[in-house]
């Protein structure tokens, strides 16, 4: 990748793959785009455009007059929220990805598609999910990711793109608050022990669901599109996971620097459905052996590291 597109680059993952990537491959050769004007390093540290990935033709002359020669395509609705609005999810997760495709198709460049563990269902094996197997999701989120991972094996095997994607756990981070996902009780549990020294868990004890810190995250997907082709088996949607917890577990790990934290339980229907639907835990040796998938941190490093940023934010705010 030398020149790169990223859509919804003011979520989760791009609010933070932006300056990454902006870091390796220079800041002016990272275009960001999003829906909205995103204030601060994204929009003020390289390249910024306005952009609905709906509409195919701006989409296009973006990458054209860019001259991107890989689209990063992150826009996206999540879990929890794709249910309370069924056809946005449909519009902007499937209708949004196959107007990227297209556009990313028509000006020859590679493309990225984040999965997700969501991919799966309850008649998936639920632990050591294998690579290859059952993909029968209950969400439209995760219906909607079944249909993309296909359509990116279709736009290679069809048209020779170079499609690549990897199915991500539940990711941890303290740039952005996540929107509407279900992972995202493993993110506002520290930043509710950092403000207040408890937390109110919507998960039930014993939900164990895949997770991964971000910067792990960052550094698959460059990890993945810098990978030499003649060793990719899969492509696209590669299982790749860090840990494996439950809210009892992240709760243990914050304890172990906190000592008097303390967690209660308000379990929320839809969300607790929606993680009982997927895996405990995933087989990632098709990463592993492909490209060389290798997280650094576990559950008490990732636990560390966050506790400490949050809290020097907090004392830079107040
Ligand atoms: N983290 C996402 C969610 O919870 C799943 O990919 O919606």
Known sequence: MKRLLVT??????????????????GAEK????????????VSEGGPFALLDVRDGRAFSELIGSF???????????LSAKGEKQVSLAWDINVNGSVTALEAAREQGSAFFLPSSIAAFGPSTPRVGTPQETIQRPTTIYGVAKVTLELLCDYYHRKFGMDTRGLRFPGLVSHEAP???G???YAVHI?????ERGSYSCFLAAGTFLDMMYMPDALEAVVRLMEADPSRLVHRNAFNISAMSFDPEGIAASIRKEMPSFTM??????????IAESWPDSLDCTAAREE???APRYDLDAMTKEMLARISAKRSRAV
């Open 291 to 293: 490209w060389g998938f």
């Open 182 to 184: 279900t992972t995202d």
């Open 8 to 25: 919804g680059s003011g979520g989760q993952i791009g609010s933070e793959l932006v300056p990454y990537l902006r870091g390796i491959y």
């Open 178 to 180: 996540p929107g509407g």
């Open 30 to 41: 990272v275009l960001a785009t999003d829906l909205r004007e995103i204030p601060g390093p």
């Open 190 to 194: 520290y930043h509710e022990a950092v």
């Open 264 to 273: 209660d339980y308000d379990v929320d229907p839809l969300r607790q459905s």
């Open 67 to 77: 001259r991107a020669d890989a689209v990063i395509h992150l826009a996206g609705v």
